[in-house]
């Protein structure tokens, strides 16, 4: 919690300050569901608290809170994002209005709670069929070493029955769509690179499937995939 002098300092009242720190909660909860767990840049939190405040120090202060109550309340951590390197361009190289929008700080709502109990009472079951998918081109880009190139992930894909034009997928829907979702929401990189045939579109792991909670469960499920393998061979 703000400290009473230290509202003092920015020259707001503690009701003032709660009310942002509920709004940029509600924001945050809002957007997740809405975006299906896409990144928010901090920009968009800073123009709700700003919007009738201009204290510098006041954006900071809100949104630390909130990451706070949010955790205390709901049990999601709002983990700020951040890419390792930006995509580059069609020549390989990376524009400085790029680099201007990869340093932008954003947020995803991580649930911290027990798996069981995320599980029972919060998880949406039917969207399972997106977390599975998204863990399926996660672990197929990670066996391949971390990057792959479109045309390899679809010829993997379509080995499961998932086509890459196919548009009415009995569960998936779009698979295209599907697959640029996982793009938006930070768990792959996609980037054109230019090769001695013409350009071709690559993809590789970003910074939410590197995060230890995805790549932990990954080496678990690609052991357990092995095993089973090599008994089944036996």
Not at 110 to 132: F, I, N, Q, R, T
Not at 200 to 218: G, N
């Amino acid at each position: 919690m703000a400290a009473t002098d230290e509202l003092a300092q920015i020259d707001i009242s503690t009701e003032e300050k709660d009310k942002l720190v509920a709004e940029v909660m509600r924001y945050a909860l809002f957007k997740t569901h809405q975006t299906s767990g896409c990144p928010i840049k901090r920009e968009e939190l800073t123009q709700i608290i700003t919007k009738n405040y201009r204290q510098r120090a006041l954006p900071a202060l809100v949104i630390k809170e909130a990451g706070d109550k949010l955790a205390a309340t709901f049990g999601y951590e709002m983990r700020e994002l951040q890419r390792t390197r930006a995509p580059s361009n069609r020549s390989g190289r990376t524009s400085s209005q790029q680099i201007s929008n990869v340093d932008a700080k954003s947020y995803v709502l991580v649930s911290k709670l027990d798996p069981e109990v995320y599980s029972k009472y919060v998880e949406d079951k039917e969207c399972a069929h997106v977390s599975g998918f998204a863990f399926v081109v996660i672990s197929i880009v990670h066996v391949a070493g971390g990057k792959i190139t479109e045309e390899d992930l679809w010829h993997q894909l379509k080995r499961l029955g998932l086509n890459e034009n196919d548009e009415n997928h009995p569960v998936i829907g779009n698979n295209k769509q599907a697959l640029e979702l996982l793009v938006q929401q930070r768990y792959l990189l996609k980037e054109k690179i230019a090769g001695p045939e013409g350009h071709f579109m690559s993809y590789e792991l970003a910074e939410r499937a590197l995060d230890d909670s995805i790549s932990s469960k990954l080496k678990e499920y690609i052991s357990q995939v092995v095993s089973a393998s090599a008994a089944t061979a036996e």
